[in-house]
């Protein structure tokens, strides 16, 4: 028998509920009475909190959480501040989902439907922890439509866990962001005949993009992780933005980490050097739905030959200097300043030092 132990009443549930209860809490059922309490609020539910449980009685069924289940926390919490919506939602998610993709999306248990069928994979995964960790899923929803529409099942299948594996993000729209590199012009590196500044959409058709992921240099146009700009060439990086029904080939060399597709939109760009682009930092990456480009990095400042030559060759100014990290750095920067480049590098003049002393005595400035 329950009791509430604010009013000593029996609170009645059908017998095969609390032979449940039973076999989820023996402790409790030693021949005594176990006596919960319910708190007053216009809907609650009778629950349980013993050891690393908790059960929760909605509808005649009683739902128990282990404690080491991603939604127990927000169930526990919920309870104690009597938000039993809260409580109903985190345990019966497929109430929440039901809203979303005009109806074409639930969830029952863990377990994701879309449009009726099962769902399986990363991406469902994701989005059931997501809906029961109290994120909304509605960037999850936008990018599987896109990614259904894509003819190809290969495509669907993997690409989603492409993207979790190289931490490249999801734009609220459903599209994703990746990295391409490029020459100081922005043409591409290969034919250096494709404009990839940035507000540009490249686009070519999807028969002439190589669907072979074991062909691993061909066709299409590319797309990589930041884990594989340093081993491609070019002086500039990029960020595209690709819907994922365009997403043609996972080539699978260099651990998958670069693809094919037959259209992007160059939306922004980092610093040129692969040591300089930085990961994106979330899963949603909420900047990306109107052209907000990423501002590039600025130029690494130094006092070496090399530094001093490349603001010489960038600024224009006759070349004065000697040895090899002096030309080195000239020739570069003449080279970004003919491209029209952002400037790599910065000479910035040596501070001067002072020598140790002790306090009152002070140091000797140079003239």
């Known amino acids: 028998m329950l009791f509430d132990i604010s009013t000593g009443q029996r609170i009645f549930i059908p017998d095969w509920v609390e032979e449940q209860m039973r076999q989820d ?33 909605i509808g005649n069924k009683p739902h128990t959480i282990s404690k080491t289940h991603i939604t127990y926390q927000k169930v526990v919490d919920a309870i ?22 005009q109806g074409r999306v639930s969830i029952k248990g863990e377990t994701l439907y879309w449009d009726g069928e099962v769902f399986n994979g990363a991406l469902a995964t994701r989005m059931v922890n997501m809906l029961s960790e109290g994120f909304s899923i509605e960037p999850m929803i936008n990018f599987m439509e896109n990614l259904l529409e894509n003819p190809s099942k290969r495509s669907v299948d993997e690409l989603y866990t492409f993207l979790e594996k190289n931490n490249l993000p999801i ?59 340093k081993h491609f060439g070019g002086e500039r990086t990029v960020i595209v933005k690709i819907n994922p029904r365009d997403v043609v080939s996972i080539p699978s060399d260099y651990d998958n980490t670069k693809g094919r597709a037959c ?8 610093g040129v050097n692969p040591d300089d682009a930085e990961e994106f930092t979330q899963p949603v990456q909420s900047n990306a739905n109107n052209n907000t480009y990423v501002a590039p990095k600025a130029p690494k400042t130094g006092s070496s030959e090399f530094y001093r030559g490349y603001t010489d060759g960038f600024t224009g100014i006759t ?38 002393v002790t306090w009152p005595s002070s140091p000797s400035k140079p003239v």
């Open 263 to 270: 259209r992007y939109e160059v939306i922004g760009e980092v």
């Open 171 to 229: 734009t609220p729209d459903g599209h994703f962001l990746a990295y391409k590199r490029v020459r100081g012009d922005y043409k591409d590196c290969h034919s250096g005949t494709m404009d990839n500044s940035p507000g540009q959409i490249l686009t070519m058709a999807r028969n002439k993009v190589d669907d072979n992921q074991n062909n691993t240099c061909s066709y299409g146009l590319h797309f990589c992780s930041q884990e594989y700009l």
């Open 80 to 101: 104690k501040a009597g938000d039993w919506e809260t409580v109903q939602n985190v345990i019966e998610p497929k109430k929440v989902v039901l809203d979303y993709g």
């Open 25 to 57: 809490f023996p402790d409790f059922y030693n021949g005594k009475p176990v006596r919960i309490k319910v708190k007053e609020s216009k809907m609650s539910y009778p629950f349980i909190i013993q050891g690393n449980n908790v059960t929760v009685v």
């Open 319 to 356: 070349y004065s200097g000697s040895g090899k990290g002096y030309s080195e750095g000239y020739d570069k920067g003449n080279n970004d300043r003919i491209t029209s480049a952002t400037p790599r590098y910065q000479y910035v003049e040596p501070k001067a030092t002072y020598p140790n």
